[in-house]
């Protein structure tokens, strides 16, 4: 019986620690995964009818194992106002598609092309513009995803996981190398208008393009301090893109030490008064900036009630104290 105990305790345990390194082994299979990039991540073309031009995209397989990948064009738009997008069928934009091609000798679009661990493919994408395309704006995405035929699959759970990864590209086709561009200011609005002096007020600044062409929100917020007359603070507008027929919220942009750091725009003072906020815009930009300002108020709304709590107390024990003393 001893024996068989032992027998037993010792599979038991061998069992644990073969289920722990097998573990181990996936985790680190699955971390090698997520090992593939592409540089640039954005372009922004602009080219006229009857021009050829060419980009180049660096791809990195940073990880232990082949991949076989494949390079196609599909369009995009935009979803929401917070600069994401949503990928849609090629179908949608199969006539510009057709722009688009590969110059590299042994990889082509729509074709499978192994990618071996630990190297570098320059991708050499050329966009051929008809003479009689139109004035317009298109949206695409150089995107790479794993062929079916690659061997990269595991995850954590076991199933399959195919990788994809992209490069989006602003293609504006306009006879003009400087197209034209439309855009208004949305929303501008502080939130809120009364606000504590230990608190922050965030601005929102929805920008809307009205144009067919993709435009950047270059700009910043000037603040003033309407009692003193003076200039307190001035935040920068994040350039982003505001694409063709689309709204974007924008946001603020600041350095920290070397690398700039994104936030919502917002200004805080421990100064009380009556604050102006005026929001401009660079020229070309194609937005205006006349009367885009507003108004909101910094106030010591915490420390006056702590002020009046403690007011309250003192007087209560004065007058307790009075009682007290008339008492005796």
């Known amino acids: 019986m001893k024996l068989k105990k032992k027998i037993f305790l010792f599979i038991f345990f061998f069992s644990i620690l073969n289920t722990y390194f097998l ?25 006229q009818p009857g021009q050829t031009v060419t980009q180049a995209f660096s791809i990195s397989n940073e990880s232990d194992l082949d991949l076989y990948l494949q390079a196609v064009m599909v369009p995009f738009e935009p979803e929401g106002t917070s600069g994401k997008i949503e990928i849609l069928n090629p179908k949608y934009a199969s006539t510009v598609i057709k722009y ?7 990889i082509a679009l729509d074709q499978t092309f192994k990618l071996a661990a ?12 008809p003479e009689n395309a139109p004035d317009q704006d298109h949206y695409l995405t150089l995107l790479l995803e794993q062929s079916p035929q690659g061997n990269f699959i595991n995850n954590a759970s076991g199933g399959q996981n195919l990788i994809k990864i992209g490069a989006n590209i602003l293609l504006t086709v306009s006879g003009s190398l400087d197209p034209e561009r439309q855009g208004r ?25 009205t144009g067919g062409s993709f435009l950047k929100a270059e700009g910043g917020i000037k603040i003033k301090n309407l009692l003193t007359k003076k200039e307190v603070a001035a935040l920068e507008l994040r350039p ?29 003072s421990l100064v009380p008064g009556w604050y102006r906020a005026e929001l401009f815009f660079e ?17 010591p709304i915490k420390a006056g009630l702590v002020l009046a709590i403690l007011a309250i107390i003192v007087w209560q024990i004065l007058k307790k104290a009075k009682a007290f003393s008339g008492k005796n």
Do not use: H, M
């Open 118 to 129: 630990n190297s570098r493919e320059q991708l050499v994408l050329k966009a051929k513009i």
């Open 100 to 106: 688009f091609s590969l110059t590299n000798s042994k």
């Open 240 to 268: 982003d893109n505001v694409l063709a027929n689309s709204s974007r919220e924008i946001i603020c942009l600041k350095q920290n030490g070397d690398e700039p750091i994104s936030y919502p725009c917002s200004f805080s």
């Open 283 to 299: 020229k070309n930009t194609g937005l205006e900036s006349a009367g885009l300002s507003l108004v909101f108020w910094l106030l």
């Open 23 to 47: 573990l181990l082994s996936s985790n680190n299979i699955s971390a090698q995964e997520i090992s593939l990039s592409v540089f640039p991540p954005l372009v922004e073309l602009i080219i």
């Open 185 to 209: 200011v949305a929303e501008f609005e502080p939130a809120p208008k009364i606000n504590d002096i230990f608190n922050s007020t965030k601005f929102k600044i929805l920008v809307e393009n």
